[in-house]
């Protein structure tokens, strides 16, 4: 992670991060994976699926969600909840683009640590 923004962290390029796929970054005890879509949206969750802590980073980004690569389990880009029938969720984090920067809410992760 690099410069600090009124609280946000910049961690990244959109470039670095793959349509439809993910880029892990870590603070503290925390890995989070940094998602884009195939329309250039990005999102953050924590990289740990709700059901058995699969790395969600290794999933298909599709619909706005990410299918985890274990057992399939479809969990939400947006709030890290699963879909479907099946309950849990995922520690997700704001993030927000400014040009081609990937910045973070360092405020956010550091709450997500402590949980
Ligand atoms: S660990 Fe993700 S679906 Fe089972």
Redesign the pocket.
Same mark, same amino acid.
């Given at each position: 992670m690099s410069a600090v923004f009124d609280g946000w962290v910049k961690v990244g390029k959109l470039g670095d991060v793959p349509r439809r796929g993910a880029r892990c970054i870590k603070s503290g005890d925390v890995t989070i994976a940094i998602f884009r879509t195939a329309d250039d949206r990005v999102f953050a969750l924590e990289d740990r699926?709700?059901?058995? =802590?699969?790395p969600?980073s290794q999933?298909i980004v599709h619909d706005g969600c990410v299918t985890?690569?274990?057992? =399939?389990?479809v969990?939400s880009l947006e709030n890290g909840e699963a879909q479907g029938a099946?309950s849990g969720r995922s520690a997700s984090f704001k993030v927000k683009l400014k040009g081609d920067d990937i910045l973070l809410d360092l405020k956010d992760v550091h709450r997500a640590g402590r949980r």
């Amino acid at each position: 992670m690099s410069a600090v923004f009124d609280g946000w962290v910049k961690v990244g390029k959109l470039g670095d991060v793959p349509r439809r796929g993910a880029r892990c970054i870590k603070s503290g005890d925390v890995t989070i994976a940094i998602f884009r879509t195939a329309d250039d949206r990005v999102f953050a969750l924590e990289d740990r699926c709700p059901h058995k =802590n699969g790395p969600l980073s290794q999933g298909i980004v599709h619909d706005g969600c990410v299918t985890c690569p274990l057992h =399939n389990w479809v969990i939400s880009l947006e709030n890290g909840e699963a879909q479907g029938a099946d309950s849990g969720r995922s520690a997700s984090f704001k993030v927000k683009l400014k040009g081609d920067d990937i910045l973070l809410d360092l405020k956010d992760v550091h709450r997500a640590g402590r949980r």
